[in-house]
């Protein structure tokens, strides 16, 4: 618990500090950034448009300063959405999003992905973009999924990275190689998969090949796994889970 401790306090005080993120901050170059990680966010909402909710109660997890709760809401104007993240220096910049996107969400704080403020049974779905790497905790994570989730509701976990479990000390290595600044993971869908199912919670996995905002190299590896599926769950790759309480 220490270790995740001090993780949580690094990933916390990153907002506060960061030249580009900070709350003090009007860098044009974190909303460029930001749009351009709402591309990718947008395809997935396309790609499961058929699952999400419209007019419900939704609850971002890990969203930074919660650009993806702002393009949810600005997509789904009649859903009731709250923003959150782990650090209260991150849901600060919320105002900036809002302005930058003309919405207004109906409920933000700091949280949290196994604390959560709601109710029992409350909430229609949870959404993460490119988060759930962060949580650590994952079983606790889960069981509170399915504390605060409406029988049939869903938890999408977007845009994560994955990898199998005999190439998870590279994966991880490189990913802390190329952002010291945060603690990052990568998934082991099967781990996940079998937390899942142990609660009692459907749990879907879509691998998710996307080569949008990447460079040259990461470009042509993602185009290959694109290109030959079964290597998908062979290599390091990003994908989308879905879990669903059961009614």
């Not at 419900?56 to 890990?62: D, K, T, Y």
């Not at 080569?211 to 030959?228: N, V």
Request: charged share 25%; proline share 6%.
């Amino acid at each position: 618990m220490a270790n995740i401790d001090l993780k949580q306090r690094v990933e916390i005080d990153f907002w506060r500090d960061s030249e580009t993120e900070s709350p003090e901050s009007d860098s044009l170059q974190n909303i460029v950034n930001k749009m351009l990680d709402a591309n990718t966010f947008i395809d997935c909402l396309q790609k499961y448009r058929d699952q999400l909710s419209g007019n419900g109660r939704i609850l971002e997890l890990g969203g930074g300063q919660c650009w993806g709760s702002c393009v949810y809401k600005r997509l789904y104007p009649k859903a009731h959405v709250t923003g959150t993240d782990i650090s209260p220096f991150a849901v600060q910049s919320l105002p900036k999003w809002e302005k930058v996107l003309d919405v207004k969400l109906d409920n933000s704080y700091a949280c949290k992905s196994y604390e959560i403020p709601e109710s029992d049974a409350s909430l229609d779905q949870i959404f993460t973009f490119a988060a759930a790497h962060h949580f650590l905790a994952h079983k606790r994570t889960l069981t509170e999924f399915k504390r605060v989730l409406k029988p049939g509701g869903k938890a999408f976990y977007f845009y994560e990275p994955t990898t199998p479990k005999y190439l998870h000390s590279l994966a991880y290595k490189r990913v802390n190689l190329k952002r010291p600044e945060v603690p990052e993971d990568v998934l082991i869908p099967k781990k996940l998969r079998a937390i899942a199912e142990a609660l009692d919670l459907d749990c879907r996995i879509d691998f998710f090949p996307t080569y949008k905002g990447r460079g040259k190299t990461a470009t042509a590896y993602y185009l290959m796994l694109g290109r030959i599926p079964v290597l998908q769950s062979m290599l390091p790759c990003t994908a989308n889970f879905i879990f669903t309480k059961k009614s």
